[in-house]
């Protein structure tokens, strides 16, 4: 993501909450924009090391996101929350988010295990739900991490949120993220879908671990 705006059709509520509340949001925004880019440079470096030294990417591709404001707004309030682009930074660790796709299991952990080893990047929070997956059959490495930025007279530290996942797992959150906001669809369906859902994590899970093994082996001739 490399600009930051505003939605063109923010309710106009909403719109008056930011100008009073969030004076310095804009600016907040670009350092979070400029920390993601870090993060992102890090992980396209190691990918390309890779690539060089093994021939081998352990990245299929990266994602990244700046929270919406409105999704702020309601988390801000929903936590209790002092309404300031400071209690933004000082209470809210996933406005900005990096998404890493990866072939393999394998590759997520050498990948996040890289990554913490850099001298200026701090890890503040770690959840492993491939090893504890959420009781809905979610599946993914999240950290967050804290990486300097350097404006033209400072220094600035700032947190991203990182995700690290195969393809299989992208693929399923992707799909339970759009089941989640179907507003039209019946709680019959839902309950029906999650059950649905959770199956399909376990399957993809297996098929994961199936074709980690496969990989192994493979690398196991050389």
């Not at 990948?111 to 491939?130: G, P, W």
Request: charged letters at 30%; a positive charge.
């Amino acid at each position: 993501m490399n600009e930051i705006t505003m939605p063109a059709k923010l309710p106009a509520k909403v719109m008056e909450m930011f100008k009073k509340s969030f004076k310095n949001y804009e600016e907040l925004m670009a350092y979070y924009s400029c920390a993601i880019m870090e993060i992102e440079t890090k992980f396209n470096v190691l990918n390309k090391q890779f690539s060089l030294t093994q021939e081998y990417n352990p990245i299929e591709t990266i994602k990244s996101r700046l929270k919406s404001p409105e999704s702020i707004l309601e988390k801000m309030q929903r936590k209790g929350y002092p309404m300031s682009a400071e209690s933004i930074e000082m209470n809210m660790h996933d406005v900005a988010g990096i998404r890493v796709i990866c072939p393999f299991i394998s590759d997520i952990y050498m990948l996040a295990d890289c990554l913490l080893k850099q001298d200026d990047v701090y890890l503040i929070e770690k959840k492993d739900y491939i090893e504890k997956p959420k009781e809905n059959g979610y599946r993914s490495l999240h950290l967050i991490v804290e990486t300097p930025i350097f404006l033209k007279n400072e220094k600035k530290m700032m947190k991203v949120e990182v995700q690290l996942r195969t393809i299989a797992m992208d693929f399923w959150a992707s799909l339970e993220h759009r089941m989640s906001y179907k507003k039209q669809i019946s709680p019959v369906l839902v309950k029906e879908l999650k059950k649905e859902l959770k199956e399909c994590a376990d399957i993809s899970a297996a098929q994961d671990k199936r074709m980690q093994l496969v990989r192994d082996k493979i690398n196991s001739e050389y």
